[in-house]
């Protein structure tokens, strides 16, 4: 099977979405490709933002381990 599109958007994070969005807003064709579902991606993972230990009622300590949990098991704490 062939198939024929302007333009070809890989990944569903926001960048993805923001660029197939305006892309398809100018009446071309567009093809987004991701890896499963469309909340499959580093944009969702993100959680919002930068995280950092910058409150009082914060800590380093606790930074790190929010961290790695997270991470789902994929940080490597060293």
Avoid at 2 to 31: P, Q
Avoid at 55 to 77: R, V
Wanted: with cysteine; aromatic share 4%.
């Amino acid at each position: 099977m062939k198939i024929e599109v302007d333009f070809l958007v890989i990944g569903s994070g926001l960048a993805g979405l923001n660029a197939s969005l305006r892309l398809a807003e100018s009446d071309s064709s567009v093809l987004m490709v991701t890896k499963g579902k469309i909340s499959e991606s580093n944009t969702a993972y993100a959680q919002g933002g930068i995280a950092s230990a910058i409150s009082s009622s914060d800590s380093i300590e606790a930074h790190y381990k929010d961290t790695l949990e997270a991470g789902a098991q994929l940080c490597d704490p060293q």
